[in-house]
């Protein structure tokens, strides 16, 4: 169900009694006009591989309209998964970008392909050796 109010206290007077109620998944946007579109639709419940039940989670279209991942359509389904996984994979490129940069600006600041140190004189020496009996 959709409703659009001109106040937020409007919009607090139609969501707090559904979300007392807590069978209601409620979604509040506010438009550029200022006005507030709130929608609900009955949180459903799915039973999981383990047999635990769990609210079903809810996914809001473009157009704004909420629905329940067990009511989106295949061809909606298989296009919202691929979403996710190119996301997930874009992120873990920048995370691995940021590593790399990171490590680049900590590896010059510890200046380390110079090998030698104020003097002039090599960083590298000579293990000393030693002789067991």
Same mark, same amino acid.
């Given at each position: 169900m959709k409703k659009e109010v001109q106040t937020l206290e409007e919009a607090e007077a139609i969501v707090n009694p559904l979300m007392a @109620? *807590? *069978?209601w998944a409620v979604s509040v946007i506010q438009k550029? @006009?200022?006005s507030y579109m709130?929608?609900?639709v009955e949180h459903k419940k799915y039973t999981a591989?383990?047999?635990k039940e769990f609210f079903d989670e809810v996914w809001t279209?473009?157009?704004g309209d909420m629905k329940m991942i067990q009511d989106l359509e295949p061809e909606h389904a298989r296009n919202v998964l691929r979403m996710i996984l190119r *996301?997930?994979?874009e992120a873990a490129n920048l995370m691995s970008d940021i590593f790399k940069e990171m490590a680049e600006e900590f590896g010059e600041g510890l200046d380390l392909d110079d090998d030698t140190d104020e003097d002039g004189n090599s960083v590298h020496t000579e293990p000393e050796k030693k002789i067991l009996h």
């Open positions: @109620e *807590k *069978k550029t @006009e200022g709130i929608q609900w591989l383990d047999g279209t473009r157009d *996301k997930d994979r």
